[in-house]
């Protein structure tokens, strides 16, 4: 069978055909369709999302240790958060086969940086494989588990956001049952205890030896001879851009194994061509081995370390090559940054924060982070997932302790406070904070397209689960002011904001109203209602002044021909923010 | 290479792009062409600027189109037409919705939505314009427009000869077939 299938569907076929029967992952553009994909293996995969990517991979590990087949999936800044279990399962090595997949996000499309995660197969000496489309994202996984429990080692599937969210046509096979190997204790294995961890790194430098032979005669690792006079060493997306630009004309070395590289085979390569390039994206990975190896190569000098690669930047590097563009007015397009959605929760929040003096706002990842963006430009910083409260606490005593009269408030997530933001939360109550801790609870994780999360009640194979409760967990932890308001209600937003900068205690404000896209559960409708009465403006009594558009609402447009606010009744959800910031009381329910 | 197509469809986020691709793709397929596709997710959703690329042919390497190499684009939105333009071929086409989505500069009077786009499109390229939201509006749901811009598409293209009709039985749910199927008909009686 042939299906049409983006690489993060082609992994999770790949892990349902791989045997594999545990899988755990955290959100993450562009991994998260991996997850939400080999959850509809329902029968086969227990699959999970995690609070975070290391509670995600420990949890594979665990099942791997146990003799089952796993697969852990996370965006590439997930592996930072996972590296400390991820560094010490590459000493112990498997039971059952592990597959840990770092989906890169060259480009940033949608990520904080562009880290090149290829340096950690490197670093922990784990084996990594690197597929370059759709098909070899499928079948890259079964041959990933059976390297893992050939050699004792997790493997690291390294994936980029054009592999992961561009389809193409997989050709499907057949599931290998697989029964579960056998658990036995084995403590001088997974205990990583001094005196065990010492041995076992020993038999990790054997194993890379052993991995390096494999590498070597591996087909994952293939010569395209063709024309020598060029010859192309490349690997992943860059593969499918250099056949793109050069086709059958010069020779290839494809990398499909890309840790422990095959050494053997790039000199046997470079040996027999007149001029080799290493073409990959991001760091000179390859470049930098082959050229320690004594090989001469060209690489970096001439394709960029920055940004996404493509076919034209290899063109013009290689070739000198440019193709003619149609040159148009600029002036004939404006920006069109992303915005918080019409009738989003954050807005009323961000539109009473924005108006507070003397404050530093620490935020985090989400949706929120939009909170930033002009009009509301009520967000100062934004590092990593469940940063905003550490750092907040970090930036209020600075300022205490130098005599700087300023206060912190820090604006987290649901999803992203279960992730990290928890024990940034501990810190300020055990450590008497008086920051203001503001967790925006929108019943969602949002930015990556809804998924569930500990605090949703449902799990991801659709379970009904227990919710958190938050302001019950903040007072556990020891946090003596926790409130919760309706964002969209600007008194109450600013009333709660008031008395928690009066304080010098620990405040929490919990800000609890549903993503406005998020498809209501049961529970939702009975606690937040589903009705929708539009705004709209009074044109007589509307002024013009522009505050509404102040709110950043996609829904309100300021005619400047008229000099009059109108409100887009398709987009509009009828939120009230604007007509709460209206101070001529110009907008109205409409028909009300 | 000459027998690689490549098509760009651009637009805001949430007006049905990925659909019409996933559409345009099963069509393509099901006449034996090797295609690949790339769509954008995350954040950039989030009412910003939105572009999915569908390339086909006898054997497709890249997912991406390249600056000046899109044999057509196809712009849901009139703004973006503008902004996608340099992905055009020289002599590529031009099908654009007349369809204004003001972005957030705008909505807050700090720029206004540019005039003569239409203009400067006919002025540099082979461009057809027509209003697919009131299209689609008349068939009762505003929401089939991607559908009107898939059927403009393919006639476009010369890819008229494929069964969309029966591409679009097997993709959208059965209560929005046949309005589908009338947005389709209607989009190719625009070219």
């Known amino acids: 069978m042939k299906k049409f299938l983006t690489g993060n569907e082609a992994v999770a076929r790949g892990a349902y055909e791989a045997g594999i029967t545990v899988a755990s992952a955290y959100p993450g553009t562009p991994s998260t369709e991996i997850l939400e994909n080999v959850a509809l293996y329902k029968e086969d995969i227990y699959a999970e999302w995690a609070p975070n990517e290391k509670v995600a991979l420990e949890v594979t590990i665990g099942a791997s240790i146990a003799g089952a087949r796993a697969l852990a999936a996370m965006k590439h800044v997930g592996v930072n958060v996972a590296a400390d279990p991820f560094f010490t399962y590459s000493y112990t090595g498997v039971n059952g086969g592990l597959v840990i997949v770092s989906a890169d996000d060259p480009g940033m ?166 001029t080799l390039y290493i073409i ?70 961000y539109y009473a924060l924005s108006k507070k003096k003397n404050i530093m706002v620490t935020g985090d990842i989400g949706c929120y982070t939009l909170g930033s963006a002009a009009p509301l430009s009520a967000m100062d910083t934004c590092i990593c997932m469940g940063s905003s409260i550490s750092t907040g606490h970090g930036a209020q005593r600075a300022f205490q302790k130098n005599g700087i009269d300023k206060r912190v408030v820090t604006v987290i997530g649901d999803s992203t406070f279960f992730h990290t933001g928890i024990n940034s939360l501990i810190d300020i109550a055990y450590n008497k904070s008086s ?70 205690e620990p405040s929490v404000i919990i800000t609890r109203w549903p993503c406005v896209l998020k498809r209501l559960s049961q529970e939702d409708v009975e606690e937040f209602g589903n009705e929708r009465i539009v705004c709209e403006v009074n044109e007589d009594s509307c002024r013009g002044c522009k505050i509404c558009t102040q709110t950043g609402c996609p829904a309100i447009e300021f005619d400047s021909n008229i000099k009059k606010a109108r409100i887009d009744e398709n987009m509009c959800v009828g939120c009230e923010v604007c007509l709460q910031a209206c101070p001529f009381d110009a907008i109205e329910k409409a028909g009300v | ?61 890249s997912p991406i189109i390249g600056k000046g190499q899109a044999d057509i684009l196809v712009s849901f939105e009139k703004m973006e037409a ?86 679009i039985k097997n993709t959208v749910k059965e209560k929005f077939v046949d309005i589908n199927i009338k947005a389709l008909r209607k989009g190719m009686e625009q070219i």
Request: glycine fraction near 8%; include cysteine; charge should be neutral.
């Open chain 1, 109 to 274: 499309h949608s990520s904080q940086n562009e880290q090149d995660n290829r340096m950690y197969a490197k670093f922990s000496k784990a084996a990594m494989v690197e597929p370059s489309d759709s098909q070899e994202s499928k079948d890259f996984v079964k041959t990933a588990i059976e390297i893992s429990e050939k050699f004792d080692t997790p493997v690291l599937f390294r994936m980029t956001t054009r592999i992961c969210h561009s389809k193409g046509i997989v050709e499907f096979g057949e599931r290998e049952e697989t029964p579960m190997k056998k658990y036995e204790k084995n403590i001088p294995k997974y205990v990583a205890a001094p005196a065990n961890a010492r041995a076992l790194h020993v038999k990790v430098e054997d194993r890379l030896k052993k991995l390096e032979e494999f590498s070597n005669t591996t087909e994952l690792n293939r010569f395209e001879w063709n024309d020598k006079k060029i010859g192309i060493i490349t690997s992943g997306v860059a593969y499918q851009y250099s056949k793109e630009v050069f086709g059958d004309k010069v020779s290839y070395l494809k990398l499909g194994f890309t840790f422990p590289l095959p050494m053997q085979k790039i000199k046997e390569f470079a040996a027999q061509v007149e």
């Open chain 1, 280 to 349: 990959e994206e991001l760091e000179p990975y390859i470049e930098e081995q082959v050229k320690a190896a004594g090989v001469n190569c060209i690489g970096k000098d001439i394709i960029p370390r920055v940004g996404e690669l493509n076919p034209d930047i290899i063109a013009k590097a290689i070739l000198g090559e440019e193709r003619e563009i149609i040159k148009f007015d600029e002036s004939k397009t404006v920006g069109r940054p992303p915005t918080m959605c019409a009738g989003c929760p954050h807005r009323g929040f």
């Open chain 1, 435 to 504: 920051t203001v801790t503001v967790i925006l609870d929108n019943r969602i994780t949002g930015m990556t397209g809804h998924q569930e999360n500990p605090g949703t009640g449902y799990t991801l194979q659709g379970e009904k689960t227990g919710m958190i409760n938050i302001p019950k967990l903040c007072k556990a932890i020891g946090i003596p002011n926790v409130r919760t308001v309706n964002p969209l209600k600007l008194n109450e937003v600013n009333e709660a904001l008031d008395e928690a900068l009066a304080s010098d």
């Open chain 2, 1 to 61: 290479m000459a027998d690689i197509k490549n098509i760009l469809l651009v637009g805001v986020g949430g007006q049905g792009i990925i659909l019409a691709s996933k559409i345009l793709a099963k069509g393509l397929m099901s006449v034996g062409f090797d295609v690949k596709m790339s769509e954008v997710h995350g954040m950039a959703q989030r009412g910003g600027s939105v572009t999915t690329q569908v390339r086909f042919g006898e054997k497709i390497y």
């Open chain 2, 82 to 167: 503008v902004r996608w333009i340099d992905h055009l071929k020289k002599d590529g086409k031009v099908v654009v919705n007349d369809y204004e989505i003001p972005s957030a500069p705008i909505l807050i009077g700090s720029a206004e939505y540019p005039k003569g786009i239409v203009e400067e499109l006919q002025s540099k390229t082979n461009v057809t314009i027509f209003k697919a939201a009131d299209i689609a509006k008349g068939l009762g749901n505003i929401k089939t427009m991607n559908i009107v811009m898939v059927g403009a598409l393919v006639k476009a293209m010369g890819i008229d000869n494929i069964d969309w009709e029966e591409v």
